[in-house]
């Protein structure tokens, strides 16, 4: 009985037919093609953040004082994100939400970087043209911040003001 089973697999073994280069190619493009598209089904529908104005509140609670970078969008002074040497908050959906230095990014005024990582999403901040200087310690730029969802997906864009202060 052994035998005949060990002979059947063998001979089912015999069957099988060798893939050309070109139709194994054909095959893999196949293949890729349905994996990507349940990738794409897999992921949830974008969803657009507005973050909300970062408070004195906030600011004492979260112990964000300090030289660093305020970001805010627009003709707005309200600040939408702080910057500093290792962290960066931004507020969304009234929650202040911390993202940490990527230790790739480039390096901006003070000690900030262009690039901040967080659980939920990526920050990726840019400040552009020389300075201005705007008194006590302060200097303000042109600058923008988007904001990226973990599938790498623009989820915010604002540009606007920038002050640098120590």
């Given amino acids: ?22 139709e194994q190619a054909d095959k893999d493009r196949r293949d890729i093609a349905m994996i990507e598209k349940a ?3 897999a992921r949830p529908p974008l ?6 104005s970062i408070t004195y509140v906030d600011i004492e609670e979260h112990d964000l004082s300090g030289s660093g970078c305020n970001y805010a969008p627009g003709t707005s002074l309200g600040t939408r994100v702080i910057a500093q040497p ?4 931004m507020k969304i ?5 911390r993202f940490a230095r990527d230790i790739g990014a480039r390096e901006l005024p003070l000690g900030t970087w262009s690039k901040y990582d967080g659980l939920e999403y ?15 310690k302060t200097t303000n730029y042109d600058g923008s911040v988007i904001l990226r969802d973990a599938f790498n997906r623009v989820v915010y864009d604002g540009s606007g003001l920038v002050q640098c202060s120590a």
């Fill in 1 to 22: 009985m052994r035998v005949a089973l060990l002979g059947a697999v063998i001979l089912l073994a015999g069957c099988h037919k060798e893939l050309t280069p070109e």
């Fill in 39 to 41: 990738q794409q089904s």
């Fill in 86 to 89: 290792e962290v960066a908050y």
């Fill in 93 to 97: 959906d009234g929650k202040m939400t």
């Fill in 47 to 52: 969803t657009e953040i507005t973050p909300d």
């Fill in 122 to 136: 990526s920050l990726r901040l840019k400040i552009s043209g020389e300075g201005r200087p705007a008194g006590n």
